[in-house]
């Protein structure tokens, strides 16, 4: 038990940790007289250790004095007490637990005040909701003196400022004391207790929990919603209580709640709102779920797609368990409330809600039937076309997308806006980022899928394709990617653009160690004063380079393979490909030839091996530098290449095409690859 003890109170987590299940053990092989006794003293009195490796404990410490380590692995070790004992729990014993629990609810340790409250939480999985009664009056007080606290900073700091918001000041990521750690303690009741605390949810406590989630502070909204969760997923025996309608008649509230969750800025609000979210609406029999629909179906269909993984598969989740495979229909039914939404968040400050918002907008034009969707067309593209200058690639990139998408499921309704379409499509052709080329690739060989008939517009694109395809030959020697910006040495971990060293708007400025709290990316192109960026933005971007150019150009040569009005001329643009793959001088040429050989087979394949095999000589010599590279990527994409040409044409006919054109490309891939030429 000394090593136990000496373990509980470590200074080091890992180690308290490991004391924990070293006392889970003991109690479950060994004697328990007296355990509760002896862990119940590390909350009040010193643990001393002799030189022979016993412990003892000193005198009674009242107050905060003790380690925090100690009375934290004292808490920790109650709640396991009670878990592998629960017997032992006794009225007399949950007495002095309640005296700890309640003095350790307001530790200035955040830790020690959670885990007072999970104690409390185990104590209500054995003794029920007798712990909350007795606990009530104070966790309430504690969390509405939080609430009170909000406003009481928020005068102050407006009376400083004359007037101006307390968010400058003091921002959301600050503390609040023992608010959250409180509103946690009642959550670990509620759960343990379970159905038998429905008749404690009245609606004094109700408005207590949802001003907790319009909090100023994040992590009290997470903890709310962690509440919220709580109290809707109750579910009394057989489904009757007579005060279930507590929660059910305030229905449209939570929903309402619930709806304000799923949007919230931070991930870990949102998180907690998809929880409560689920437990919502699983809780409702089927039939009364369509009322909730136009509220939560929008924010619930936009989070399938959001950045945060722990969101996003959650709801994907969740979505699954609502519909099975009758989603498509449920969205049909709502679209007059989910257009509005997706339209909405679309604009949203937060970049990623945008990116997501484009992305569920391509999903209408894929997955969704066209007829529903037809009368928003419109509204759609038009939202679309703002996201195009956003100033966060990824949502520029997912505009584009959706737009190629919607040209090829709505070709009468898109007609009027595609001559606004192509310009920003080639624009993105020509991006910096490498998807970003890729998807206007695919974008605008859609516009050509759809509108194969104008042969004007064919022949332009092909015009311009071919171009493009050349433009590696302008290519200056000395390729950078980061042209812009000065040679000199960073101030800080700031590096200036290239140009004026005076420019204002780069002297003087405010600097956030914080990425959360600098301003956002700004919205379709509409940067605000001062706003922030990335290199990868609208407003801070390179010029582009001409391999770069090039590199859109292979991306849209791939996709219009599959146009079959564009197949022959296609095929006589091979010898241009080809000899984008001869110019080594820049400095970027590896990235062009990775694109360039990852993308060969899928020519291969779409034109017709017939068709490519005259030309498939000009490609190998570059072939065997990228077979050699010392760069992983286009090494990885040469020889997949390889593997693929061999299962395409044989490996006969390859092995004999090799040794024709390169010796000595044939003898590395005899010794490297053997089984791709028949050796």
């Not at 053990?25 to 006794?37: D, Q, S, V």
């Not at 899928?449 to 290519?475: H, P, W």
């Not at 095409?657 to 044939?666: G, K, N, S, V």
Request: glycine share 8%; hydrophobic share 40%; net charge negative.
């Amino acid at each position: 038990m000394n090593e136990i003890l000496c373990s509980l109170t470590s200074h080091t987590k890992l180690e308290r940790d490991r004391g924990l299940e070293k006392l889970k053990l003991h109690l479950k092989t060994e004697p328990c007289e007296g355990i509760f006794g002896i862990l119940l003293n590390l909350n009040s009195k010193p643990l001393l250790s002799s030189p022979d490796g016993s412990v003892s404990f000193g005198e009674s410490n009242p107050g905060n004095n003790l380690p925090w380590e100690q009375v934290h692995g004292c808490l920790n070790a109650l709640a396991a007490l009670f878990i592998v004992k629960p017997d032992i729990l006794t009225a007399d014993v949950m007495d002095q637990c309640l005296v700890v629990c309640h003095d350790r609810l307001f530790h200035p340790e955040n830790r020690i005040r959670v885990s007072a409250g999970e104690l409390l939480g185990r104590m209500g999985a054995v003794r029920g909701v007798e712990v909350y009664i007795r606990s009530r009056k104070l966790i309430i007080n504690g969390i509405l003196s939080g609430l009170n606290r909000q406003t009481e900073i928020e005068e102050n700091i407006k009376e400083k400022l004359n007037g101006s918001s307390p968010e400058t000041v003091f921002h959301d990521t600050a503390g609040w004391g023992n608010l959250e750690t409180n509103m946690k303690a009642l959550e670990s009741i509620i759960k343990a207790v379970g159905p038998d605390f429905d008749g404690h949810i009245n609606e004094d406590l109700l408005v207590i929990v949802f001003a907790a989630l319009e909090h100023t502070n994040r992590f009290v909204r997470e903890s709310g919603y962690n509440v919220c969760g709580a109290l809707v997923s109750i579910h009394p025996a057989g489904e009757i209580s007579t005060n279930r309608g507590q929660v059910w008649t305030q229905g449209r509230v939570f929903c309402s709640y619930l709806k304000r969750g799923l949007a919230d800025n931070w991930s870990q609000v949102r998180m907690a709102a998809c929880v409560a979210t689920r437990h919502f609406l699983l809780g409702i029999p089927e039939v009364g779920r369509p009322e909730y629909f136009p509220e939560l179906l929008p924010p619930l269909c936009l989070n399938r797609y959001y950045i945060a993984e722990g969101v996003r598969l959650h709801c994907q989740a969740t979505w699954r368990m609502l519909f099975n495979v009758s989603g498509v229909k449920a969205v049909e039914e709502n679209l007059a409330h989910i257009v509005p939404f997706y339209l909405a968040q679309a604009e949203a400050d937060n970049h990623a809600v945008r990116e997501a918002a484009c992305a569920c907008i391509a999903e209408l034009a894929t997955k969704v039937g066209t007829d529903p969707v037809k009368v928003f067309v419109p509204d759609l593209i038009a939202g679309l076309l703002v996201c195009f200058e956003d100033d966060s690639w990824p949502v520029r990139d997912s505009a584009c997308v959706a737009c190629g998408s919607f040209v090829s499921a709505f070709p009468v309704e898109c007609e009027p806006y595609v001559d606004r379409l192509m310009p920003l499509f080639y624009m993105n052709l020509e991006d910096n980022i490498p998807s970003v080329r890729q998807g206007a690739g695919i974008a605008i060989a859609s516009v050509i899928k759809a509108y194969t008939e104008n042969e004007s517009r064919v022949t332009a694109v092909l015009e311009s394709l071919s171009q493009k395809l050349g433009a590696v030959d302008i290519q200056p020697d000395t390729s950078e990617q980061f042209s812009e910006l000065s040679k000199n040495p960073a101030q800080f971990g700031v590096v200036r653009p290239d140009g004026d060293p005076d420019d204002a708007r780069h002297t003087d400025q405010v600097m956030y160690s914080c990425g959360s709290l600098a301003p956002k990316m700004g919205r379709g192109g509409g940067k605000a004063p001062g706003a922030g960026g990335c290199s990868a933005s609208h407003h801070f971007k390179r010029p582009t380079e001409a391999w770069e150019t090039t590199d859109g150009a292979v991306w849209l040569y791939v996709s219009l393979c599959d146009v079959p009005v564009c197949r022959e001329r296609l095929v006589k643009m091979l010898p241009v490909v080809a000899g984008a793959t001869r110019k080594r001088s820049y400095t970027h040429h590896k990235n062009l030839l990775e694109t360039i050989y990852k993308t060969l087979p899928m020519v291969c394949r779409k034109l017709t091996k017939n068709k490519v095999k005259p030309y498939l000589n000009d490609f190998l010599e570059g072939l065997h530098y990228g077979l050699k590279s010392d760069v992983h990527l286009l090494r990885a994409a040469s020889v997949e290449c390889l593997q693929s040409l061999s299962l395409l044409l044989g490996p006969n006919i390859l092995s004999g095409r090799i040794e024709m054109t390169d010796l000595a490309m044939y003898e590395y891939v005899k010794g490297a690859f053997p089984e791709t030429i028949g050796c």
